[in-house]
């Protein structure tokens, strides 16, 4: 079943919550596209997903006229339109590619899918342990000018897990302690984190945020291998 935008927004608009999202999964037929795109994602859905960061800032930050404010959103729900004419049930989870990789492209820190991630590429260090460098802009502010306290947390969080993980063997946070030593000024970060012990399948680990050199954020943190259910 197919409608012009302005019916499709105006029957989205009509319902919310649950109701809208049964209605949706109703008259939208959903269909595998996954080996449409090369596995590393940067043919189709990477440009989309830089595109829709970009547009997220503007939104943030423009001081255009009430005309071209209510152009973009025409445009913006046509977009929205196009691209929901065919939709995976639920979230996107954690596919493989072909040669094994997982591809966690809805993640909320390294989605590649996912424009609301800074997205953080966490590469390791010669001594073990991990780091990444992010630049984050207006859609990540806490405090005026500086970085929201959850967003460093979730950072944190991201590449302290990295310290964990194995083959085949992903690690779940167990705890994190987060403390902040100074404010956060939006921009480029380094973020980087170290193993302290395993225990069994438990890896705890510790790391900071820094700016200039200087440490703004620190972590420690215990990651847990779950057991495989059989």
Not at 55 to 68: M, N, S
Request: glycine residues 10%; contains cysteine.
């Amino acid at each position: 079943m197919d409608f012009a935008p302005a019916e499709w927004n105006r029957r989205l608009r009509s319902r919310a919550g649950r109701h809208h999202r049964e209605w949706v999964s109703e008259q939208i037929p959903v269909t595998d596209h996954s080996g449409t795109e090369n596995d590393d994602g940067t043919t189709v859905h990477g440009p989309l997903t830089q595109s829709v960061r970009a547009l997220i800032d503007a939104t943030i930050r423009t001081e255009a006229g009430a005309d071209k404010v209510a152009r973009a959103r025409d445009l913006v729900e046509e977009a929205t339109w196009l691209l929901s004419g065919s939709l995976v049930p639920g979230s996107f989870g954690v596919r493989q590619a072909q040669d094994g990789r997982r591809l966690p492209w809805g993640n909320a820190a390294i989605g590649l899918r996912n424009p609301i991630a800074p997205p953080l590429t966490v590469r390791p260090g010669p001594d073990g342990s991990v780091w990444c460098v992010a630049d984050l802009g207006a859609a990540y502010e806490g405090p005026p000018g500086c970085v929201h306290g959850g967003i460093a947390a979730l950072v944190l969080d991201q590449v302290l897990s990295a310290t964990a993980h194995r083959p085949g063997e992903p690690a779940v946070t167990g705890t994190l302690t987060v403390r902040y030593l100074l404010p956060l000024p939006l921009g480029r970060i380094r973020a980087e984190a170290q193993v302290q012990r395993h225990e069994e399948a438990k890896t705890f680990a510790t790391g900071r945020i820094t700016v200039g050199g200087e440490a703004a954020v620190i972590a420690d943190g215990v990651f847990i291998r779950p057991r495989p259910r059989f």
